[in-house]
């Protein structure tokens, strides 16, 4: 992985020279994925983008500077990874329950 640049309270990132590492489905999880960022020193901002044509159509875009862009990348995938792993184990004890409860009832 690239080694980032150092961090001073002078050097300000410029809008423009930011890029997208992820869209959001909507402000709430854009927040969440900034405040990750952030907490893994990673300087991110959530802009509002128009797609496409059509200016009815908007999505939230997530952005750092293109020197942090992997680094980023495998921050979100893993918290990404680390939720669905949580899904997964919440639904599969529901099911369990379910299940002892039928069992329960014919002992």
């Known amino acids: 992985m690239a080694k980032r640049p150092q961090k001073t309270q002078k050097s300000r990132t410029k809008l423009r020279d930011l890029v997208v590492v992820t869209f959001a489905g909507d402000m709430d999880e854009a927040k969440n994925y900034e405040t990750l960022l952030k907490g893994n ?5 959530v802009r509002e983008q128009n797609i496409e044509e059509s200016q009815d159509d908007k999505s939230i875009a997530v ?12 921050i979100i995938e893993s918290q990404d990874a680390y939720d669905d792993f949580y899904d997964l184990a919440i639904e599969d004890d ?3 329950d379910t299940d ?5 009832d014919d002992f």
């Open 63 to 74: 952005m750092v500077p293109e020197d942090y862009l992997d680094e980023a990348h495998v």
């Open 41 to 45: 020193d990673i300087p991110a901002v």
């Open 94 to 96: 529901g099911e369990e």
């Open 100 to 104: 002892s409860d039928v069992f329960g």
